[in-house]
């Protein structure tokens, strides 16, 4: 390591990306973050955050703005198309973890806060082309930024990892997901608690509705990719209201946004060569099914700062106890998630969170040991 303040170069100011750069600086480093937008801000609409990643949050010193303005959901219900229910799961204490919903955007300012306050810095438009393994970050215009350590947490198309040729096994599945955000209304879920996330499913369709805060309702729409009508943007409102006809009253707000994406699982033989780590989406993506994609992005970012902090001069020695330590918990919830998005189990209403399914919610991170929420 360096003789001054050890140093990182971070591509992506994704969660992972804020998180990794948040934890160094706590740890006495520098550490700055490219972006390749001209704003520093979050994409998609809402989001799930279980106990490991509230867990994260608190160490960061995001875990206070995120819960004030956040929704803690008692349970999660699974209904059919003729909005009978057919399974209720309760979450809080008594199941390990809480189950909190929020908007992507208010997760990103709470922890661009604590970056903020932890001292990182960042540079907006500033595109990563490649990382060398010897430390060197390089941006648009063949700018070389040189680092003790360089992190790719660019997301699942990750431009650091193509550049290291790491061998990338991806899978993509043929389902996935429109995310909206929508206001919440008096009566939108006739017959069971507004409070609750709520699975609807068809043999065709699902429609997760998902409370973020006290004004703000998150929406997935899934549907198979071939399904060019369900997947359609703007949403064909006739069709979603056709299957569920009890919710047309919140499909009638929503506009012209929207998104449709797919899902994919990465997996990397390594998820660092020499000086440069790959984090998040950009190492470990995996399917929705379990919500915890940003919650292993949490973990992950957070002990790769504890274990190259603790490896002092010895950078290599600390990527490689960051795997060995980490590997195992993400590999077994991409291989769930994974599983689940092959089989739509869950999707049909029954139960999905077993115990093996809520290993990664249930963890105590690497870093957090002390902390008592
Ligand atoms: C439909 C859906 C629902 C999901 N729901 C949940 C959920 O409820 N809970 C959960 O925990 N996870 C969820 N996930 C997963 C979660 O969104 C991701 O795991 C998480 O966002 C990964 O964060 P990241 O920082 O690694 O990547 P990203 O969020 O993709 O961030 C990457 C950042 O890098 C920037 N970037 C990209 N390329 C470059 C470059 N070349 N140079 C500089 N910057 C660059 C991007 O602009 C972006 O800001 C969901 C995913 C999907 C698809």
Redesign the pocket.
């Known amino acids: 390591m360096s003789a001054n303040r050890p140093h990182a170069e971070i591509?992506?100011?994704?969660?992972?990306?804020l998180a990794a750069a948040t934890a160094l600086c706590q740890r006495g480093w520098s550490a700055r973050v490219?972006?390749?937008?001209p704003d520093l801000r979050a994409?998609?609409a809402?989001?799930?955050?279980w106990e490991n990643?509230l867990r994260v949050l608190k160490a960061l010193g995001a875990y206070e703005d995120v819960m004030t303005g956040s929704h803690q959901a008692p349970g999660y219900e699974g209904r059919n198309h003729h909005n009978e229910r057919i399974s209720l799961e309760v979450f809080g204490p008594q199941r390990g973890s809480r189950m909190v919903t929020m908007t992507r955007q208010h997760l990103y300012s709470a922890m661009l806060l604590a970056a903020e306050r932890a001292g990182v810095e960042f540079v907006t438009s500033?595109?990563?082309?490649s990382a060398r393994p010897e430390g060197e970050l390089v941006t648009a215009g063949g700018r070389a930024w040189r680092a003790d350590l360089v992190v790719g947490?660019?997301?699942?198309?990750?431009?650091v990892r193509q550049s290291l040729g790491v061998m990338t096994k991806r899978t993509k599945y043929n389902y996935?997901?429109i995310?909206l955000l929508v206001s919440r209304g008096k009566n939108d879920t006739p017959r069971t608690n507004p409070d609750n996330v709520i699975n609807y499913y068809s043999p065709d369709h699902r429609v997760l509705y998902v409370p973020c805060s006290a004004s703000e309702l998150y929406l997935?729409l899934a549907a198979r990719d071939r399904d060019k009508a369900s997947t359609a943007i703007p949403v064909r409102k006739d069709i979603w209201s056709g299957t569920f006809l009890f919710l047309a009253p919140i499909f009638e707000r929503i506009g012209d946004e929207g998104r449709y994406?797919t899902?994919e699982t990465n997996k990397l033989p390594s998820w660092s060569v020499g000086r440069v780590a790959l984090?998040?989406?950009?190492a470990h993506?995996?399917p929705?099914t379990l919500?915890?994609?940003?919650?292993?992005?949490l973990m992950n970012a957070l002990s790769l700062a504890v274990s190259v902090h603790a490896a002092g001069d010895d950078v290599l020695a600390g990527l490689r106890a960051w795997q060995q330590q980490e590997r195992p918990l993400t590999d077994h919830t991409q291989s769930i998630a994974s599983r689940y998005a092959e089989t739509r189990a869950g999707s049909e209403g029954g139960s999905k969170w077993d115990a093996a399914a809520m290993l990664a919610a249930r963890h105590v991170p690497t870093g957090t040991e002390d902390i008592l929420l």
């Open positions: 591509a992506g100011a994704g969660f992972a990306g490219h972006e390749a937008n994409f998609g809402g989001i799930f955050i990643g500033s595109k990563v082309v947490a660019d997301g699942v198309k990750s431009n996935g997901v995310r997935a994406d899902y984090v998040g989406d950009s993506s995996m929705p919500g915890q994609g940003a919650g292993c992005a």
